[in-house]
C-alpha cells in the first residue's frame, strides 16, 4: 500500500509537466499568452493549497504524535511507581533484617569477649601477660592522680616530668608504658592482667572485617584495646557514653554515632557491662564500627542517588551517609537532627510511623524534590530504617524516552514549517518572474514559451517530490511507535494500521484494512453493543474517547484487555471523515491487580482468624477469675503473653501494657532467663507438655525490690494432645521465706542461748574468785598492811599496776558474762515507756565519750509511748552508740531519729564511719560475730540487741556502705500490749 501510494503521486506530477508542456506547444503566440495566465493563476492557487495541506497534515501528525507520547509516557510513569513501592518496601525489610543480623553478631561478639573477661578476672591467680599487639592505657587527669597513681614524692624526676607534660597536654596521645612504674600495685596488676585480653580481642577483630576496634574499659580507669592505637592523655573510659550506658542498663547495648577519640571519625559501639562473680562491676567490653564501614558494607543500596538512613526511637538520626564530625571533638557530644522537629507534616507522618514500629511507604516532597521513602522496624533496637529515594531516578527512562520524542517531534515541525515557507517564498517569486516573462512570451517565439513551460513543469516536480518526504518522515513516526496506532473512515472500515498494532492482535495491516473493526471483538462486546456506541460517539458527535477499557480478541483466539483513545478526523472543511485512534495493552497492569485483590483477600481472611482467635482468648479469659492471690500469666504457641491477672501487675510492677503480645525474653534481663534457664524450661513445655514447678526464683522489681517468687508452668492441650497455651503461674513468698528465716534464728538465738547460759554459770563463780583475791592484796598493799621489796630492799611499786590489770581483765570477762545471761534470760517486767526519754538516758551514759571522739550528735525525736523494758531498751541504744562511736575513731556525725509510721515507732541510728563489708551484713546479727578485733567485743551485742527488739514484738535491720557508714533501723509498735 505505501509503495502504490508513493508511485501514484510520482506520477501525477510527471503527467502534470508532460502535459503543460504539450499545451505551450500546440497553441501560439495569443493563445499561449491567454493560457498561460490562466494556468499561472491555477498553478498559483494549486501551489498555496498543497502547501496549506502540507502545513496542515505536518501539523496534525506532530500534535497526535505528541498527544500519544504523552500518554504512552504516563502510563509507563504510573508502571514504574507501581513496581517501585513493591521493590522499595521489600528492599526496606531486607536491609533492616540485614542491619538487624550485623547488630545481632556484633552484640554477641561483645558479649563473647566480657565472658572471657569475666573469667580471667574472676580468678584468683595474678597472671601476667605482655604483647605489644595491643594497647594499655590509664588516664592522665587531676582527677586519676590521688585515684591510680603512687604519690608525687615517691617518683622519679622523669616520669613525673612525663605526668605534667601530659597533664598540659590532655589531646596528647599518651606512650602509657613510659609512666607504668608509677601506679600504686592495685591499678598495675589489672594492667599486668590487661594484657591477657589480647587472646580474645584479637581473633575477633581479625575475624570480623567490619569492627575496627574491640576493648575494655575498667572501672578504675585503665583500658585496653586491639589493634594497637594511642589514646590522647585524659582519655577515661568511665566518662565515655558507651561506658555509662552500659552500666546504667545493665545490659548490651548499640549506641548512637560519636566521635572517636582515636580520630577514625564517627561510629557506632556495642558495650556489654562485666560482673565478678561476686557481682562487683570490672569493666564494660566495647566493639566499634565507623561510618565508613556502615556506608560500604552495611547499609549501601545500588540506587543512583538513593540512600539508606536509621532512626532511634525519638526520631534522632543514628546513620546517614552525609553525617560529618566537622569541628566536634572526640570529648564533646555529637548532636544529630530529629526528624519529629520538622517543619514537614509528611515527613513528620512517616518519622512517627517509623518510631511505632511499623512497615511502610510513603511519596512526598523532601530536599527540594519529590521523592519516595520506605521504612521497616530494627528488632533488636526500637530503631528503624528508611531508604530514600528520587521521584526523578524512578521515571528517569520514562522521561528520557519523552525528551527524546519531543525533540524528534520537534525536529520534524521545524522541517515541515521550514520545507513550507521556502515553498511559498518560491512560488511567489516564481510567479513575479512569469509576470514578466508573460509580456515577453507575445513578442518571442514558441521556443521561449516552451522553455519556460518546461522550467515551470519542472518546478511542480520539485516541490510534489518534498511534499512526499514529508509524507515519508510522517510514516516514521507511524510504523516505529511502540502502541497500536490505527484510523477508520466513517463506516468503521479500517483505513491504516501500524506494526505495533499487527504485533497486538496478530493480524497483518492487509488482513484488516478494508474489514470493520468487530473482527476485533468478541460476540459478548459486539452484542452489547459497547463498540459501536463508541464509535458513532466519535463520528456523530465529534467526541473524544480517552482512557476506554475494552476486552479484544487476539487472531489465535484468547482475549485481552487494552486501553483505547479515539479523536475524530476532519477534512478542511471541517467534516468528520473518520477517525484515529491509539490502543495500549494492558494485561501486565491487570495482573498486578489482581495479585493486590488476592492479597487484600488473604489479609482479610487473616484478620478474621485473628479475630476468631481473640474470641476465644475472651473466653478463656472468663474462665480465669481476677481474684486468685497467684499471679497468672497465659503465653500462645509462639510464646506471647496474651493476658496476666491483676496480681501479676500487683507482684512484678509491670503493666499490662509493657507484657501483651510480647514474649518474656522481650521484657526480661538476659542475666535473668539464663539465670533461671527459662528458655529450656519453656520448650519443655511447648514441645513436650511437661509440667515444671514449683521452683524458686529470685527476681528484682522495677523499683529496686528485691523477692522471691515460687513459679510453676502448665501445658495447655488441645483436642491432639499438644501444647495450645501456656499457663505460668507465680506466687510471691518472700515474706514466708523471711518467716522462715526467722524461726531459724529463733531457734538457733535459744540453742545459744541455753548453751551460753550454762557456761556463763559454771564461769561466773570461779572468775569472782580470780577478780577478788587481787582486790584484797592491793588492798592490803594499800593499807601498808604487806609489802612487797625490790632486789633492792624497796617497795615494788610495778606490782599495783599488774594487779589493776588481773582486776580489769576480770571485769570485763564478768562483764560478758553477764551479757551472756541476759542474752538468755527470762523477759523481765514491761511497762508504758517514753521512747525518747529511753533514747537521752542511753546518751547520757556515753555521751562524754562520743564527745571526746568528735563525734557531733544530730537529734530529730518525735515522743511516742510503747510498752516495753526500759532497762533492755537502753541497753540495745547504748550497744548502737557504742558501736558508731567505733566506727568513726576520726570523728563523724551520729543521726538519730524517730517518727510514726502508720501504728509504728520508727527509729534509725546512722552513723558516717567506715561502714560494713557487703560479706558481712547477713551475718551482724549472729551471737559471736564481730569485724572488730578480739580485744574490743566479743560479738553478741548486737545478737542480744536483736533479741530484745524481737521480743518487743519490732525488728531491727542494717544498711551499709563501705567507706559512707551505717544505717540501723528499729521498728516498734506504738501503744499499750
Known sequence: MKKE???????YYKGLEKKIIGIFLVFLVIPLAIFSIISLNNMKEISYNIVDDSKMMGASVVNDSIEICNIAINESKNALENQTELYLQQLAISEAIQFNNFLVNIEENAETIADYARDLFSSDSEGTCFSDRVMVSVPITKESLDELFISTDRMDTSTLNLIKFYLDNPYYETKSFLIKKALKDPVQKVVNKAYCMDKMLKPIVDNDPHISWAYMGFNNGVTVLYPYDENPASYDPRKRGWYIKAVEENKTIIT???????????????????YARNKNLIG???????????????????????YAFVIDKNGKIIFRPDLEVDDTRWDESFETDNLLETNNTELRQIVENMISGNTGYGKLDFEGFEKYIAYAPINTTSWSLGIVVPDREIIKSAIVTKQKIENATNQISNNIDQ???????????KTNIMKNLFLWMILFSIGIISIAAIYLGRNVRYYGDKITESEKKYRYLFENANYAIYTLNKLGIMESFNPEAERMTGYKAEEVIGKTFKIFFSDKEIGEKKVENLFKSVVKEGKSIQDYELIVKHKQGYEFPIEININPL????????????????????????????????????????????????????EIITQGIPSAVILHDKEIRIIFVNNQFTKITELTKDEVLGKTPYEF?????????????????????????????????????????????????????????????????????????????????MASIGELASGIAHNLRSPLAAIKGIPELILEDLESGYIKVLDEKGEDYEPIKEQLHIVINGTKKCLGIINNVMSFSRPKELREMVSIEKIISDALELIENLLIKNKIEIIKNIEDHKIYGNKNQLMQVFINLFTNAKDAMSKGGKLFITAKKINEEIEIKVKDTGIGIKEEYINRIFEPFFSTKGTAEGAGIGLSISQKIILEHDGSITVESEVGKGATFTIKLPIGSR
Open 5 to 11: 501510494k508513493e508511485n501514484n503521486i510520482e506520477g
Open 256 to 274: 548512637g554515632m560519636y566521635v572517636d577519640a582515636g580520630g577514625a571519625g564517627l561510629m557506632i559501639t556495642s558495650a556489654t557491662p562485666v
Open 284 to 306: 564494660v567490653i566495647g566493639v566499634d564500627v565507623t561510618l565508613e564501614t556502615l556506608k560500604q558494607h552495611i547499609l549501601s543500596i545500588n540506587i543512583e542517588n538513593g
Open 419 to 429: 520545507t513550507t515557507k521556502k515553498m511559498s517564498t518560491d512560488i511567489k517569486e
Open 570 to 621: 476532519y477534512n478542511k472543511e471541517g467534516n468528520i471523515v473518520g477517525l484515529q485512534g491509539i490502543a495500549i495493552d494492558i494485561s501486565e497492569k491487570k495482573k498486578l491487580e489482581q495479585q493486590l485483590k488476592e492479597y487484600t483477600e488473604k489479609l482479610e481472611q487473616k484478620v478474621k482468624e485473628r479475630t476468631k482467635e481473640i474470641k476465644d482468648l475472651k473466653r478463656l479469659y
Open 668 to 748: 526480661l534481663p538476659e542475666s535473668a532467663i539464663k539465670e533461671i534457664g527459662l528458655r529450656e524450661k519453656l520448650y519443655r513445655v511447648q514441645d513436650h507438655s511437661e509440667i515444671i514447678g514449683p521452683e524458686e526464683i529470685f527476681y528484682k522489681t522495677k523499683s529496686g525490690k528485691e523477692i522471691i517468687l515460687e513459679h510453676r508452668i502448665y501445658p495447655l492441650l488441645d483436642d491432639n494432645g499438644s501444647t495450645q497455651y501456656i499457663l505460668t503461674v507465680l506466687d510471691d513468698i518472700t515474706e514466708k521465706k523471711r518467716l522462715e528465716e526467722q524461726l531459724i534464728q529463733s531457734e538457733k
